[in-house]
């Protein structure tokens, strides 16, 4: 069964405190690998896919990374408006998206 | 750009009632998936379409049935609602049947049973 896992559950940084968010998964056949960021009440909004190990995708402060088992979401110098839960999901056999619980990040001023 | 619309927003019903929820692609978006969210949960897939065919199924219980119509737009008719159908439903559009790229979420229909 394919599994999506990330963590922290939470993470809190200060303004311009860089860090990262992990997303471990185990499907049989990987697709495509999603980032999303849904702020409260609303629904996942697009961020970036990854295809292959290896590959690489930035935006703004964000950068997204990909392995064989796992991905990165890179936030450099995070501002107040970054604040929201960041979602990874999968796309194995079929079409449909597998989530993984979501990190939600505060970032303080 | 045009993104997913759905509706209601907001939709408040008592238990044992009837609800449907609507869902309008992206222009030229052939498949269409309807996720459930509950409170501080990740989105579960319930269903999808494609090309108005259903093309997977998930955790959708008995009493929900979902259609695709010819102009692409979906609904998701739920019956005998229980408390614990109370959650945000989002509906989300991808083009080219799905296969190897992206969906976009509508910003979701929050049910309350009462």
């Known amino acids: 069964e394919d599994q999506v896992t990330q963590s922290p559950e939470a993470l809190r940084l200060q303004e311009g405190e860089s860090s990262s968010l992990n997303c471990s998964y185990t499907?049989?056949?990987?697709?495509?690998l999603f980032w999303y960021r849904q702020d409260p009440g609303k629904g996942p909004e697009f961020l970036f896919t990854?295809?292959?190990a290896g590959e690489e995708k930035e935006k703004e402060r964000l950068k997204a990374t990909l392995t064989k088992k796992e991905s990165f979401l890179h936030i450099t110098a995070p501002k107040p408006e970054d604040s929201a839960t960041y979602l990874c999901a999968v796309q194995a056999s079929g079409n449909k998206l597998v989530f993984g619980a979501g990190t939600i990040l505060r970032v303080k001023s | 750009a045009a993104g997913v619309i759905q509706s209601p927003r907001h939709l408040i019903k008592e238990k044992r009632e009837t609800a449907t929820l609507k869902c309008y692609p992206i222009?030229?978006?052939?498949?269409v998936y309807w996720y459930q969210q509950g409170p501080g949960q990740d989105p579960q897939f319930l269903i999808s379409f494609y090309e108005k065919m259903q093309s997977d199924k998930g955790s959708i219980p008995d009493r929900f049935s979902a259609q695709q119509f010819s102009d692409y737009h979906s609904e998701l008719n739920m019956s005998s609602l229980e408390l614990g159908d109370s959650a945000l439903y989002f509906c989300?559009?991808?083009?080219?049947?799905?296969?190897?790229?992206?969906?976009?979420f509508g910003q979701g229909t929050r049910l309350t049973v009462v």
């Open positions: 222009p030229r978006h052939d498949t």
């Open positions: 499907v049989s056949g990987l697709r495509g």
């Open positions: 990854l295809y292959s």
């Open positions: 989300a559009s991808s083009p080219l049947g799905g296969r190897d790229t992206e969906a976009f």
